[in-house]
Nanobody
Framework: QVQLVESGGGLVQAGGSLRLSCAAS????????MGWYRQAPGKQRELVAV???????NYADSVKGRFTISRDNAKNTVYLQMNSLKPEDTAVYYC?????????????WGQGTQVTVFS
């Protein structure tokens, strides 16, 4: 079994910053891509940012220049630094990891962490 535990969400004023963390644990041989998604009320879940094992990154256009994804492979942890937050960034943020075990490879999700940005 693989568990992803997120932390760092909260309530912040527009223009502020938050840092999300997601730590993976369990039956892990290696972690391929890791990413952050978000889902606002009444909307579909969307990709925010993704980072490959070597560190290549990709961002949604709406967060480019404001958010930075990074990872610590030794800790099986991915981070999302969110700066210049806007009310439209309000959503539940979910961590995703593409995990290889000894015999399987599966995508896993965290439980989600709420980010609320008020103006």
């Amino acid at each position: 079994q693989v568990q992803l535990v997120e932390s760092g969400g909260g309530l912040v004023q527009a223009g502020g910053s938050l840092r999300l963390s997601c730590a993976a644990s369990g039956s892990i041989v290696s972690i391929n891509a890791m990413g952050w998604y978000r889902q606002a009320p009444g909307k579909q879940r969307e990709l925010v940012a993704v980072i490959s094992s070597p560190g290549m990154t990709n961002y949604a256009d709406s967060v480019k220049g404001r958010f930075t994804i990074s990872r610590d492979n030794a800790k099986n942890t991915v981070y999302l630094q969110m700066n210049s937050l806007k009310p439209e960034d309000t959503a539940v943020y979910y961590c995703n990891a593409d995990v290889s075990g000894y015999y399987t490879r599966n995508a896993h999700w965290g439980q989600g962490t709420q980010v609320t940005v008020f103006s």
